[in-house]
């Protein structure tokens, strides 16, 4: 793996409109994309990108403008940031599932100078238009709100724009933002600078084997930096071709990956798990993808996944965004995300993993008021020391409070300042790392993260709610957690309805799957949520004596939560 990033650095003039363009140059002719039964090849997506560029240009933008880029997965959306990474424009990666305040608040916290969207999002742009607090002009790929950028850009040049536009810049400085749920209940953007964007892109070729003849089967948003960038970045640091797919499907993933030839796949663990639960496919067997990576993959799920569907070799991972902690299984031991062996250890010690208490959501300190180094298979948060190298830097958020509660200090000696994963993660006796769980207010469902404070601050404003503490409990048969809400009342609450008016402030992901109706809301001494008890009752209905209310999928509302659809639930009967 350092053969491709041993010359990553915070000082190095090279920056990945570079790396990719040398690609360019040299596999002008391979196809880089494969979409919906268009081929486009890396000259072409050169030309695009260059187009994107000059339009930018023409628009005033400079090194240092942000634009906002919100659509839905194709070859455009690389060819555009790439194309604005080109003349140092920093592209804000949006999630094209948000609408109303958390969109406008994504746009709003990077301060775009222009939104760039496509034909889906053209009734939530104009249901958001209000919000944007700068008033950004709205570009349109296909679409009928805001400005028609596909006839802009005829008229500008394909060819490369100068270097000098991008020439001051440096691997420290800002190349992307992509966002990542918190705890203050909004996204955060995460800054990812040149170096860093370029580390993703190039981590997974080597552990992979990828080369220029290879085909990566990608589903996953290109708005997360699993599929947008880790993935993305096999093709276009090596030359090798992307089958890209609008939106996973789980009935026509072996088609395409069949028909398509792929070699590779990126997945996400609850991705892996609808595949294993769709019904035989003709062609799951008859695939020629070798290889794979990816993290959230159950220890249960693996085995029977890739002896399944016969793919040898798969590359689980752990690390976030933004963070400075990341691990990678290169062996394929089934449930680690990777290992430090004794040998290794000072090579990896800018990781921790401290003892913790889950009732304060705090690390544990000794008495001389220092940090506890976790003992062999003991749950601990896991952190990351901050500093000037490369693996050690981290740049935070757009926001200086959110950047603040992600560091904590004196950790091992006093002045010393570590990057908390908000992770439970724990070490076996042969160096053999294990995610045991997300620490707080969020949890993941169906690949997402939710911000149980989001989703609270929702359910406040449902009529007849009077509080709401949210919480993830799991599921059997799905990976991560479920949305489960504790409320109390203060009036009638139309819970048939509940789901309807949820749908109008949250992602669908994010909409809680139980509702639990308590006569006074549980807290802490220093009032907060006590969610330990909750979380360990989860929507037992031998253990809850609180009605409880459960999301029907294909009723759409709510339903009491009866006996028979706890039984249901357990059989797998009910699909969320």
Aim: hydrophobic residues 40%.
């Amino acid at each position: 793996m350092t053969k491709w990033t041993k010359d990553i650095s915070p000082d190095s003039e090279r920056l990945v409109a570079d790396d990719v363009e040398d690609v360019v140059d040299g596999h002008g002719a391979n196809v880089a994309f494969r979409f919906e039964g268009t081929l486009t090849t890396y000259a072409e997506f050169e030309a695009r990108a260059n187009r994107f560029a000059h339009w930018a240009l023409e628009q005033g933008l400079a090194a240092g403008d942000c634009v906002a880029l919100f659509m839905e997965n194709r070859p455009d959306y690389v060819a555009f940031w790439y194309g604005m990474s080109k003349i140092g424009v920093v592209t804000a990666l949006i999630n094209s599932n948000l609408e109303g305040e958390a969109l406008a608040h994504c746009i709003n916290i990077a301060d775009a100078k222009r939104i760039i969207t496509g034909a889906e999002q053209d009734n939530v742009i104009k249901a958001s238009a209000a919000l944007f607090t700068s008033a950004p002009a709205v570009w349109s790929l296909g679409g009928s709100e805001g400005n028609d950028l596909e006839a802009a850009i005829k008229g500008v040049s394909a060819e490369r724009p100068s270097r000098e536009y991008r020439a001051a810049l440096r691997g420290r400085n800002l190349c992307l933002y992509v966002y990542t749920s918190g705890t203050t209940g909004l996204p955060k953007a995460a800054k990812l600078t040149q170096a860093r964007t370029q580390g993703m892109m190039r981590t997974f070729i080597s552990p992979c084997h990828i080369t220029e003849r290879d085909r990566i089967y990608l589903t996953l948003p290109l708005y997360h930096g699993t599929g947008g960038l880790c993935g993305v970045g096999q093709a276009l640091m090596t030359g090798a071709c992307i089958i890209l797919r609008r939106k996973f499907s789980a009935s026509a993933f072996w088609d395409d990956a069949t028909d398509e030839a792929a070699t590779s796949i990126v997945y996400i663990g609850e991705l892996c798990r609808y595949l294993l639960n769709q019904p035989p496919h003709p062609k799951e067997r008859a695939h020629k993808i070798r290889t794979g990576f990816g993290n959230g993959l159950r220890a249960e799920v693996w085995a029977e996944f890739q002896e399944r569907f016969n793919i040898n070799h798969l590359c689980e991972f752990y690390g976030s965004t933004e963070g400075n902690v990341s691990f990678l299984n290169f062996d394929g031991k089934i449930g680690a995300v990777g290992r430090i062996p004794g040998w290794l250890e000072k090579q990896f010690a800018h990781i921790a993993f401290v003892k913790f208490d889950i009732e304060t959501e705090e690390p544990i300190r000794g008495p001389e008021g220092f940090c506890i180094r976790t003992d062999v298979d003991e749950a601990g948060e896991a952190l990351g020391r901050i500093g000037e190298d490369i693996r050690n830097r981290f740049e935070g958020y757009n926001d200086e409070q959110a950047t603040k509660k992600k560091i904590l200090r004196d950790v091992f000696e006093k002045g010393d300042m570590w990057f908390r994963t908000g992770d439970l993660m724990r070490k076996d006796k042969d160096g053999y790392i294990y995610f045991v769980d997300r620490i707080g207010d969020t949890f993941r469902w169906k690949g997402e993260n939710v911000s149980t404070n989001e989703v609270g601050e929702a359910l406040s404003g449902i009529p007849g709610v009077a509080t709401a503490n949210v919480y993830g409990v799991p599921l059997p048969g799905y990976d991560g957690k479920a949305g489960m809400a504790a409320i109390t009342m203060d009036g009638d609450v139309n819970f048939e309805g509940m789901y309807v008016a949820l749908g109008q402030k949250l992602p669908s992901y994010a909409i809680p799957i139980f509702i639990r109706v308590q006569r006074d809301a549980e807290t802490t001494g220093t009032f907060k949520y006590r969610k330990v008890e909750l979380v360990k009752e989860a929507f037992d209905i031998d253990e809850v004596t609180d009605p409880i209310w459960m999301y029907h999928p294909e009723r759409k509302e709510y339903v009491p939560f009866t006996q028979d659809r706890y039984d249901s639930l357990r059989s797998g009967a009910f699909k969320f």
